[in-house]
């Protein structure tokens, strides 16, 4: 069985990023503290999802520093 982030957890995470200058080392982080709960296989699993959040914060933010440009 495999496991992925309920979503209050996910919740906590973003909002853990998302005070985070850089969002990759953020992810790092909590991977770094998610490893003594997690077996050898769920960390290829959980860097991963962790990955897709940084990914998905930097393109929001993207998004919107364009979306404040064209105003």
């Keep these: 069985m495999s496991r992925s982030f309920t979503y209050r957890l996910?919740?906590?995470?973003?909002?853990?990023?998302?005070?985070?200058?850089?969002?990759?080392?953020?992810?790092?982080t909590v991977l770094k503290a998610s490893l003594p709960f997690l077996k050898a296989d769920e960390c290829v699993s959980v860097k991963g999802q962790l990955s897709d959040i940084a990914q998905d914060m930097k393109e929001d933010r993207r998004q919107n520093q364009r979306s404040r440009f064209h105003m």
Excluded: L, S
């Design 10 to 28: 996910e919740g906590d995470i973003k909002r853990y990023m998302n005070g985070q200058p850089d969002k990759e080392e953020a992810a790092g």
